[in-house]
């Protein structure tokens, strides 16, 4: 049986040839160093995909770039890969810059969200077409794609076609093919997409064991917050082509200092009040015919009208309707708890769990601890 190539950190922070494996067959990345964006930007006519992107990201990081749909974090994946030209802004790898250079020469690896897998070539020859395109020897190639193969758990299902496998299975072939140029940086864009849930989850752990392993700097674009949280060692915020906010996944999930950053980190529910009084960190909100009590992430003052945010598992629902109140709208089980939309007095949508099973047209109360209810500014800065 192969041994699985696991890498070791170098008392550089640098990666190490892997255990049970040659220095001549090893799996390790090239040397690379790390990763500086600055100024990124790049338009397509008058339309700004991007806005001056900085980020600095270290050798070995794993880092998730988040946020909706066109906020330009996959053209920022594709101007580092070099699929792209800047508008304006240079990428340096260590000591030497690349955005001048074709993206062959740049020596990353990419995996796709379409997995992009020759169709008529076997599993070990999809895997082994950039160690050709390299010229590298054939016993080393071999070598170099047993040990992809193993670390993706693939190695007996090399003389398959694609076609014969499953959409997890395609998806770490892409993986392995990715890693077997030994890269310093992988990037990778939206993998998980066409998965169904079972295997995300499943390639989540998966992705994360391979990166841990291998040692390269990852760079993985994905709108999924859960994904981001669960891989990453450091989350960068994206919105109309700048960043928003960066951090590590706790801070990103408890302490998002804007309102757009704490939407994408699952707080559904908004609503506008104006302030009553504010103690310290914490602001007394009147909000939809109530008073609520929350947690200011920026310096709001009296009189001031503001947005609340709320995690709907945190918006608890009640018989009660005196104080917060609205009419349900509709309302799914999911297992341990009922989750519903409901419409306040001033037309606001709201997102609830209930410990109770409700009716479509209900009225019924809400309550949530004010540590969970985040005060914005209106502008949401």
């Known amino acids: 049986m192969t041994e699985t190539p696991v890498l070791q950190r170098s008392a550089s922070g640098g990666p190490s040839a892997p255990r049970g494996s040659t220095a001549g067959g090893s799996a390790a990345p090239d040397a690379g160093g790390v990763l500086e964006l600055a100024g990124l930007r790049r338009d397509f006519g008058s339309f700004k995909a991007l806005r001056g992107i900085d980020l600095t990201i270290a050798p070995g990081e794993f880092v998730a770039l988040l946020g909706p749909s066109g906020c330009g974090k996959t053209t920022a994946l594709n101007c580092i890969a070099g699929l792209m030209p800047l508008t304006a802004g240079r990428i340096s790898l260590g000591d030497r810059r690349i955005d001048e250079l074709p993206p062959e020469q740049r020596g990353f690896g990419m995996v796709f969200q379409s997995y992009a897998l020759f169709p008529h070539m076997t599993v070990r020859k999809n895997v082994g077409f950039g ?58 864009d939206e993998p998980l997409s066409n998965l169904d849930a079972k295997l995300r989850l499943e390639m989540r752990a998966e992705i994360r064991r391979i990166h841990e392993a291998i040692g390269s700097t990852t760079i993985y674009v994905t709108h999924d917050q859960d994904e981001a949280l669960s891989m990453a060692d450091r989350i960068v915020v994206m919105q109309e082509g700048m960043i928003r906010q960066t951090g590590a996944p706790e801070a990103l999930y408890e ?39 929350g947690v200011a992430r920026n310096p709001v003052s009296v009189g001031q009208t503001v947005t609340l945010m709320i995690r709907p598992e945190d918006l608890l629902a009640m018989v009660e309707t005196a104080g917060l109140g609205g009419t349900v709208r509709s309302i799914e089980y999911r297992g341990r708890a009922f989750f519903g939309t409901a419409s306040l007095a001033d037309g606001t949508d709201v997102f609830f769990r209930s410990e109770m099973r409700l009716s479509i047209g209900q009225r019924i109360g809400f309550t949530a601890p004010p540590s969970q209810i985040l005060v914005f500014a209106e502008d949401g800065s």
């Open 131 to 188: 160690l050709a395109m390299q010229k590298v020897p054939r016993k080393e190639a071999e070598t170099r794609i047993d040990e992809a193969l193993s670390l993706v758990r693939l190695h007996a299902q090399g003389d398959k076609l694609p076609g014969q496998m499953s959409g997890g299975q395609q998806q770490r072939v892409a993986i392995a093919r990715a890693i077997v140029i030994r890269p310093p940086v992988v990037l990778m």
């Open 255 to 293: 302490r998002p200092l804007h309102a757009d950053v704490a939407e994408f980190m699952g707080f559904r529910t908004r609503m506008r009040g104006r302030v009553q009084s504010v103690q310290g960190d914490r602001a007394t909100v009147e909000t939809g015919g109530a008073v609520l009590e």
